[in-house]
């Protein structure tokens, strides 16, 4: 089973109109929502792939309530924790030329709120194949949260892939997560170097096992201890990019449970993220356009393994 931690879920809103026009009202032609948070997504892409998944993470109020619903109605495992602030909600404003984002904060977590979940999550890490710890840190918790996460599921044995920016990233390095997955921009903040294989091999220093940086339209790069990978899709896509790092997570925490080999779950991310650029909302991908995929990613060396390096599992 791969556990996704979403520590803040979100009532994700997408309203559509022809052209936003500011300091105007502007009529929406349609609004969905639907449960969302960056770990909510990956559980939604292991499900859709058939694959045994657990959402756990944050949710509080009349907002939570919709996510948890919305999750049931999706016939994905909640085992989110309660808390008493209000669930944020996010609101994409799609028009026929762009989408402008409207983000809530996110609940604030107290002291006890916190030391609740890390109960529920050492529960729920021990039978983890994988622990995936995706998106931003809600306010009120510290910035080495996830470092925490890291260390309670190394003691069960289990590794944890991070997808996460920023001082949240940073401060989670040196408890060793087996992966991270910045995108190119996270990369270059997080370490102020605009070559993406300079900057995976300083996140590597700073304790991370491996580092994939997703490249949009232009693939990805792993840094690992086994060697150093470009993989690129046969041509970028023209669709919706928003959650197709999600759904690179997705399958390298796959590839990382079944201990496939570092080029083989770089095709894997690289054809399944692809995918997902091809369907509409986040958290779903175009599953012919997968298959399809996959043969025709294409995948280099980027350097000869580092003599000391560990042969890949
Ligand atoms: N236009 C595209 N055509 C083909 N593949 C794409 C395209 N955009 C993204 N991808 C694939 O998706 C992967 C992830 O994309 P990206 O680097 O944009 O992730 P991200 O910014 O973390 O996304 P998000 O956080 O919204 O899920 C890329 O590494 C690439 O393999
Ligand atoms: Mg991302």
Excluded at 72 to 86: K, P, T
Excluded at 199 to 218: E, F, H, N, T
Aim: with cysteine.
């Amino acid at each position: 089973m791969i556990l996704t931690v979403t520590l803040n879920t979100a009532l994700d809103i997408t309203c559509r109109l022809p052209e936003i026009r500011p300091h105007r009202s502007n009529r929406l032609h349609g609004v969905t929502q639907q449960a969302g948070g960056k770990g909510v997504n990956v559980s939604r892409v292991l499900a859709a792939m058939g694959r045994a998944t657990v959402v756990t993470g944050l949710a509080g109020g009349t907002t939570g309530q919709a996510v948890r619903a919305d999750l049931a109605e999706c016939g994905l495992r909640d085992e989110l924790v309660d808390v008493a602030g209000e669930t944020r909600r996010t609101m994409a404003v799609v028009d026929d030329r762009d989408v402008t984002m409207l983000l809530e904060p996110g609940p604030v977590i107290s002291g006890p709120e916190w030391h609740t979940f890390l109960e529920h999550y050492e529960r729920l890490s021990a039978r983890a194949s994988v622990v995936v710890l995706s998106g931003s840190l809600p306010p009120g918790l510290p910035d080495d949260s996830y470092g925490t996460l890291i260390d309670r599921a190394r003691a069960h044995g289990v590794p944890a892939v991070l997808d996460a920016d920023g001082p949240a990233l940073l401060n989670a390095l040196p408890a060793g997560p087996a992966l991270v997955k910045p995108n190119a921009s996270e990369l270059t903040e997080a370490t102020g170097i605009q070559d993406p294989l300079g900057a995976a091999q300083k996140l590597r220093a700073a304790g991370a096992a491996a580092v994939v940086a997703s490249l949009g339209p232009d693939g990805m790069l792993a840094c690992t201890d086994a060697g150093n990978w470009r993989a690129r899709p046969s041509t970028g896509l023209t669709g919706n990019p928003t959650g197709a790092g999600d759904s690179a997570v997705a399958a390298l925490a796959l590839g990382l449970a079944a201990g496939r080999p570092w080029p083989e779950r770089l095709r894997h991310a690289t054809a399944l993220s692809a995918a997902t650029v091809l369907a509409p909302r986040a958290g779903r991908f175009d599953a012919d356009a997968y298959d399809r995929l996959l043969d025709s990613v294409r995948v280099d060396v980027l350097d000869p393994p580092h003599p000391q390096g560990e042969p890949c599992p």
